[in-house]
Nanobody
Framework: QVQLVESGGGLVQAGGSLRLSCAAS????????MGWFRQPPGLQREFVAS????????LYADSVKGRFAISRDNAKNTVYLQMNSLKPEDTAGYYC?????????????????WGQGTQVTVSS
């Protein structure tokens, strides 16, 4: 099993940047495909980005493509989400997830482990 802890959320003005981190403990996160999801207030959890074990060919939701970047440091058991040009509609709880799928995927069902989330609020 793996435990995931997110950090780096906060309040930022529109146009600003934040970098989220997801630290894994227990089994090495290097054996998992990792993903970021978000849940806006009153809405369902939605896919943001996913990265394979090797870090090649990450997958992004259309809404964040070109603004967000997912990366991983397997030596540190950490996955990152760099968020630039933030918009008020990016406001949400952001969740890190780990799954055994060999390729990046947007499907929530492919992820077995989830963190508790970190809140991102973007003011206009």
């Amino acid at each position: 099993q793996v435990q995931l802890v997110e950090s780096g959320g906060g309040l930022v003005q529109a146009g600003g940047s934040l970098r989220l981190s997801c630290a894994a403990s227990g089994r090495s996160s290097a054996t998992y495909t990792m993903g970021w999801f978000r849940q806006p207030p009153g809405l369902q959890r939605e896919f943001v980005a996913s990265i394979s074990r090797s870090g090649r060919a990450p997958l992004y939701a259309d809404s964040v493509k070109g603004r967000f970047a997912i990366s991983r440091d397997n030596a540190k058991n950490t996955v990152y989400l760099q968020m630039n040009s933030l918009k008020p509609e990016d406001t949400a709880g952001y969740y890190c997830a780990a799954g055994g799928n060999p390729y990046p995927t947007s499907s929530k069902d492919a992820y077995n482990y989830w963190g508790q989330g970190t809140q991102v609020t973007v003011s206009s």
